[in-house]
């Protein structure tokens, strides 16, 4: 696909992400020519021709922008940390807000269950948190839906991403430990910045006035 100069191809997680990212853009007056909700189409340009949204799955976002195929894009810090992406990670922006938590059935006491089984989208992160507590577990890794896992007693407790609680209230789980917060972040190639800068800077300037300070 060829990739007009001064055009700023940005990789976005899908879904709730890519809703909150493109509401941000809008404000700021850069409009898309599809709906991301409701799309099927994986590249919007926006009505300028300056700009392309590539909707990608949230894992995949920083290897889109570590490969330069996208000049950057808006990703959850959870994804970063995960994959060990070789990108710069810029700032965070107040979007896509969520925690890293323990999960499971009320009353999991998972600091003392010998031979602790924890499943997980993020296996490096629940390693990291579990090891610094000292806790020693079997990790399994899903790609989703990782709330069955205790439901059906394939493990003790899940390592996951809560946002509204919802998926947890309808499955009869609860937080049992929040390990940290999250939002989006906003991630460039690392040849872009040098060889886009000017344009790259415009984008970062319109959605730094959404940044989040706390982070
Ligand atoms: C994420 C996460 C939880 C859910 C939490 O999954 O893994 O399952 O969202 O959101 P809530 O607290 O607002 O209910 P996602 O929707 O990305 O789907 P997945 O399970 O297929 O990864």
Redesign the pocket.
């Given at each position: 696909m060829q990739n007009r100069s001064n055009l700023i191809r940005l990789a976005v997680a899908k879904?709730?992400v890519a809703k909150e990212a493109v509401k941000m853009l809008g404000r700021f007056g850069i409009e898309f020519t599809e709906d991301v909700s409701t799309t099927r189409k994986l590249i919007i340009p926006d009505k300028t021709g300056n700009y392309e949204i590539v909707l990608v799955k949230?894992s995949d976002a920083p290897t889109y922008v570590e490969e330069g195929v996208c000049d950057c894009g808006i990703v959850g810090r959870d994804i970063i940390v995960e994959n060990d992406s070789d990108v710069f990670v810029l700032f965070s922006l107040d979007i896509g807000k969520?925690a890293l938590c323990v999960a499971g059935k009320e009353g999991t006491d998972f600091r003392n269950i010998p031979g602790l089984k924890v499943a997980s989208?993020f296996v490096n992160s629940a390693r990291n948190f579990l090891s610094s507590q000292g806790i020693e577990a079997d990790i399994i890794k899903?790609?989703?839906?990782?709330?069955l896992a205790p439901i059906l007693g394939m493990s003790d407790v899940i390592v996951?991403?809560?946002?509204?609680?919802?998926?947890?209230?309808?499955n009869g789980l609860v937080v049992l430990e929040k390990i940290n917060d999250i939002s989006s972040v906003f991630i460039v190639n690392k040849a872009a910045l040098k060889t886009k800068y000017k344009d790259i800077k415009i984008l970062m300037d319109i959605l730094r006035g959404n940044e989040n300070e706390n982070n």
């Amino acid at each position: 696909m060829q990739n007009r100069s001064n055009l700023i191809r940005l990789a976005v997680a899908k879904g709730r992400v890519a809703k909150e990212a493109v509401k941000m853009l809008g404000r700021f007056g850069i409009e898309f020519t599809e709906d991301v909700s409701t799309t099927r189409k994986l590249i919007i340009p926006d009505k300028t021709g300056n700009y392309e949204i590539v909707l990608v799955k949230p894992s995949d976002a920083p290897t889109y922008v570590e490969e330069g195929v996208c000049d950057c894009g808006i990703v959850g810090r959870d994804i970063i940390v995960e994959n060990d992406s070789d990108v710069f990670v810029l700032f965070s922006l107040d979007i896509g807000k969520c925690a890293l938590c323990v999960a499971g059935k009320e009353g999991t006491d998972f600091r003392n269950i010998p031979g602790l089984k924890v499943a997980s989208k993020f296996v490096n992160s629940a390693r990291n948190f579990l090891s610094s507590q000292g806790i020693e577990a079997d990790i399994i890794k899903l790609n989703g839906s990782v709330e069955l896992a205790p439901i059906l007693g394939m493990s003790d407790v899940i390592v996951d991403i809560v946002e509204t609680g919802t998926t947890l209230k309808e499955n009869g789980l609860v937080v049992l430990e929040k390990i940290n917060d999250i939002s989006s972040v906003f991630i460039v190639n690392k040849a872009a910045l040098k060889t886009k800068y000017k344009d790259i800077k415009i984008l970062m300037d319109i959605l730094r006035g959404n940044e989040n300070e706390n982070n």
